[in-house]
Every structure is written in structure tokens, then in C-alpha cells.
């Protein structure tokens, strides 16, 4: 069985992405927001001689949502700059894609460059909700839109087949 996928991101599509690398593929976030937000809320206790569990608890509260509105913030002013700099208009090139039993092709018709991997050189896939991403290293991921995609299904089992041990479901259950 072969897929040909052609696909193009938009600038939501990328939003989507940065999100989900960030706060769900990037757990250690997690860990320096609960550890940041705690020495902030102690500091602040500290600070304003207020010592109390409900003040504290108020404290922890604002500084991480504090650090989650930077984060979303810093996501907007990447996407920002990113679109900016983005002069070969990568992110919104169309790219079509040629999954084969042994490897799969990329065609970049932005760039007009195309690639050839096997399977085994993908660091990791990844499925969510709306997306495929094949990471190519920890920090470069290709993506392909679900919209994108005539049968989601077959293709997904497709590719968990050749990649079960890289693969990683990210789709929220309900």
C-alpha cells in the first residue's frame, strides 16, 4: 500500500504545533513552571509579611498563570518572527508526501527540494488531534494535516506499523 499526501500548514496549523511542543512533548516545562511558581509565591509571602496557606495558595496560583501567559506570548512572538523571516515561504509551501512500504518521499514545492528517508531515520512520530509530526531529531519535525488526508484511519495504522516503536499517540481522550 502507498499514500501520496499533499499538505499545507497555515499559520494556525503552526500555532497549533509550537503549543503542543511546547506544553505536552516539552514535560520538563511543567516541572520548572511548579518549581518557579512555588519560589515566587514563597518570595511573595515572604515579601508582604502575609504568611497564610489561602495567600499562598492565591500566589502560586498568579505565578503560574504568570509563566503560562508568557509562554503563550513567547509562542505568539516566535510565529510572529518566524513568519517574518520565512522569505523561501517554507511554512506555508505545499509539500507532498510519498509513503512507501520501506521509506517515504518529501517534496518541498516551496523550496523545490525533495528527500528520501527510511522509516528507521525518523526520531519519532507523533499523532494528535490534527496532526502527524515526524520529528526528524528532537527539535525538527515535518508536519501533515489531518484535513489532508483522504482515509486518517488506514493511514495512521499504516504508519504506526512501520513506526510502533517511535510512535507516540498525543490525541486527547474523551
Known amino acids: ?14 500555532r497549533n504545533f509550537l503549543t503542543f511542543h511546547m506544553f505536552h512533548k516539552g514535560k520538563a516545562i511543567w516541572i520548572y513552571t511548579a518549581i518557579l511558581s512555588i519560589v515566587a509565591a514563597a518570595a511573595c509571602t ?7 496557606i489561602p495567600f499562598f495558595l492565591f500566589c502560586w496560583a498568579l ?12 509562542i505568539h512572538l516566535l510565529i510572529k518572527k518566524r513568519l517574518k523571516t520565512d522569505r523561501g515561504n ?20 516551496g523550496i523545490a527540494s525533495t528527500a528520501t528517508l527510511s522509516y528507521d531515520k525518523i526520531y519519532q512520530v507523533v499523532e494528535t488531534k490534527d496532526f502527524y509530526a515526524l520529528y526528524l531529531n528532537v527539535n525538527q519535525a515535518t508536519l501533515i494535516s489531518k484535513r489532508n488526508i483522504e482515509n486518517v484511519d488506514e493511514f495512521g495504522a499504516f504508519l504506526l506499523e512501520r513506526t510502533r516503536e517511535i510512535y507516540k499517540d498525543c490525541r486527547r481522550k474523551r
Open 1 to 14: 500500500m502507498e499514500y501520496k499526501i499533499q499538505t499545507q500548514m497555515n499559520e494556525q496549523d503552526y
Open 46 to 52: 515572604y515579601v508582604t509579611q502575609i504568611i497564610t
Open 63 to 74: 505565578m503560574i498563570a504568570t509563566i503560562l501567559i508568557t509562554l503563550r506570548i513567547k
Open 90 to 109: 517554507l511554512i506555508r509551501s505545499e509539500v507532498i508526501f510519498y509513503f512507501h512500504e520501506e521509506d517515504f518521499v518529501m517534496e518541498n514545492q
